[in-house]
T-cell receptor
């Protein structure tokens, strides 16, 4: 069955450093990979989408990579700030499919 | 743009009660909406896909008679948890995207409904 693993349940990082979160998947060939941010008691908020034929995507301090050979995506937040503290979810979908399969998320804490 | 509103945000009720949750797309039309359930420290699990004007599509293991979905307009889908029991306590979240059922456009989520059954 399809499986998505986000490397760690929690990650603590010092303010100003780069946070790197990992999303690995098995038994899946996704056409799209998305990253969402979820704050406690709130719904997820979309951050970035990357397609299978794209290696990297950037948006302000965010960067996502997608390696279909390694079946892995890396999500980077540069110059991290306490306001970046949240749970980050990766989600995959196939070509022509609207359904998103989510990982459990990584809770990021940026320490001042 | 692309705002999804969910109501209520929090419900506490007695076992056996039926609870209705509303999901509205405020500034766009959504022919398709999605309902998820999230348990603490778990991933969002898709429960069903709500289709305007037709029957919802339920994921395997989700009881359609337990979780009634109605999508009567292009901006409103409702999820009714019938005869709720403590094991139905969870965080229910709806979403919609701009492109509809076959689109890989990002999904826009409501803020969720925390359901607690006593």
């Amino acid at each position: 069955s399809q499986k998505i693993e986000q490397n760690s349940e929690a990650l603590n990082i010092q303010e100003g450093k780069t946070a790197t979160l990992t999303c690995n998947y098995t038994n899946y060939s996704p056409a799209y990979l998305q990253w969402y941010r979820q704050d406690p008691g709130r719904g997820p908020v979309f951050l970035l989408l990357i397609r299978e034929n794209e290696k990297e995507k950037r948006k302000e301090r965010l960067k996502v990579t997608f390696d279909t050979t390694l079946k892995q995506s890396l999500f980077h937040i540069t110059a991290s700030q306490p306001a970046d503290s949240a749970t980050y979810l990766c989600a995959l979908s196939g070509a022509g499919s609207y359904q998103l399969t989510f990982g459990k998320g990584t809770k990021l804490s940026v320490i001042p | 743009g692309a705002v999804v509103s969910q109501h209520p945000s929090w419900v506490i009720c007695k076992s056996g009660t039926s609870v209705k949750i509303e999901c509205r797309s405020l500034d766009f039309q959504a022919t398709t909406m999605f309902w998820y359930r999230q348990f603490p420290k778990q991933s969002l699990m898709l429960m069903a896909t709500s289709n305007e004007g037709s029957k919802a599509t339920y994921e395997q293991g989700v009881e359609k008679d337990k979780f009634l979905i109605n999508h009567a307009s292009l901006t409103l889908s409702t999820l009714t948890v019938t005869s709720a029991h403590p094991e139905d306590s969870s965080f229910y979240i709806c979403s919609a995207n701009l492109g509809g059922v076959y689109s890989n456009q990002p999904q826009h989520f409501g803020d969720g409904t925390r359901l607690s059954i006593l």
